[in-house]
């Protein structure tokens, strides 16, 4: 099973609807927001106290039950059984909600995809349903992805991609994601994503420049870690820096 986890806005639905192409992949082409509901219901059930206490089942048969309610609220209809074919899931997820995944799906394949906070940020402010949320909220949840990024390192069963890969060179990405979940490369997916692009973001010069002075320190103060541990700068302090 492949898992595709990443903050919105940053990239998932192109890569998600590139990899739907490849013919080893069963997919719905949906997200599947259901997934993390339950991932991180039956994560509860077993390290909340008060809820292990009144489990009625072993571990084991625990985790078997909600392997199949996922699976039969994400795929009601008989999927084929190919040999060979990988099934994907697309769901944000947290660090401590991945180790339960990997738990209780001991073959499955996490890529975890992330992109420059101020990006992400900047093109929910103007989306038109993520757009209602604070500014503060867009902050919390793309720190997220920078607790993803350290989750997976070091890991064989995640695969960190940052955004600027997608179109800088698709060909090897998407045959790095194949080999990844072990299945033969597809030229369809990295041709997908060439040719596609989803709910792209117009800005009027930079990213962040309608961004007011305390929206601005409130990044700053949110994020300025998670950047830093990703390899990002906050383009206004660089501009502070060239400038003095």
Not at 116 to 143: L, M, N, P, Q
């Amino acid at each position: 099973m492949l898992v595709l986890t990443g903050v919105g806005r940053s990239g998932t639905t192109a890569l998600r609807k590139a990899l739907t192409t490849h013919p080893g992949i069963i997919s719905t082409g949906h997200e599947h927001n259901v997934a993390f509901d339950i991932l991180e219901c039956a994560r509860r059930n077993r390290t909340e106290f008060s809820r292990r206490y009144a489990m009625q089942t072993s571990d084991a048969r625990h985790d078997a039950l909600f392997r199949g309610l996922l699976f039969d609220l994400v795929f009601p209809d008989p999927q084929p059984a190919a040999q060979g074919r990988c099934t994907m899931l697309f769901t944000n997820l947290f660090p401590e909600t991945a180790t339960y995944l990997t738990e209780a799906f001991p073959k499955a394949k996490i890529v975890c995809l992330v992109r420059d906070g101020v990006e992400v940020i900047a093109s929910r402010k103007k989306h038109e349903h993520f757009g209602s949320d604070d500014f503060e909220r867009h902050c919390r949840i793309w720190t997220n992805a920078a607790d993803m990024h350290a989750w997976s390192q070091d890991r064989d069963d995640a695969m960190l991609i940052r955004h600027e890969h997608l179109r800088a060179d698709p060909d090897i990405l998407c045959a790095r994601i194949a080999s990844f979940v072990g299945l033969e490369n597809d030229a369809g997916a990295a041709t997908h994503l060439r040719e596609h692009t989803y709910h792209p973001t117009n800005h009027d010069g930079p990213a962040w420049a309608s961004w007011s002075s305390a929206e601005r320190r409130t990044f700053e103060e949110i994020c300025s870690r998670s950047m830093k541990k990703l390899g990002y700068t906050i383009p206004w302090q660089a501009e502070q820096s060239r400038a003095g």
